[in-house]
């Protein structure tokens, strides 16, 4: 009897690691409690001590990571009623050597959550691009070289939505980028904002 409990003890927590290496467990709409677990166990995430829903890493000055769960909306910060289920997961990447595309996102998106998850996004549906060539004539009009130099799209897939951006410097080169994964029912509000900033 204490044999097999034992075994039993040790064999479920060596399945679940082998049959899911990095596979999304906790994602929008799940419990803080399971997003901090799953961060902490994640091999890629990997969080320092301290760190439980943003975690960092730096290689050099030059190159940082960051994710982050959150309570909130995407986009302008609100007060969420509901502190126990997560929102909004962002990918942010900075890489001033090699410079930063959607490619790179997309793969940080597929390490992160798995095959599931980036299989979501690549058959998402594009529902906002930006910036279109209006946009970028008023930003050199008003000079705001920022609104002119943030690329991105937000798409909505069959389980969540997600926002997408890069930031190209003034030779068109990207340095930092962003991939936000969040719930559908937050969709409208970003999109809002995203077409009036």
Known sequence: MIKKSLLQLLILPLAFVI??????????????????LWIKAHPTLSPRSGERFLVTKTDTAAQ????????????KLTFSNNRSKSRTERISMYDAINGMSVDKLKESLRVIYGLDVYQDYKG????????NQSA??????????????????????????????????????????????????????????????
């Open 19 to 36: 049959s899911s290496p990095g596979a999304a467990k906790a994602l929008p709409g799940q419990s803080m409690e399971d997003v901090e």
């Open 64 to 75: 940082r990571f960051s994710f982050q769960a959150m309570v909130s909306a995407p986009g």
């Open 124 to 131: 998402a549906r594009v529902i906002y691009e930006y910036p």
């Open 136 to 197: 970028i004539n008023a930003a050199r009009f008003a000079r705001t070289p920022v609104r002119e130099a943030l690329k991105g799209e937000l798409r909505v897939g069959s389980r969540y939505a997600y926002w997408v951006e890069v930031a190209r410097g003034k030779n068109g080169k990207a340095f930092t980028g962003q991939m936000t994964v969040f719930l559908k029912s937050d969709l409208d509000k970003l999109e809002e904002e995203l077409r009036n900033r």
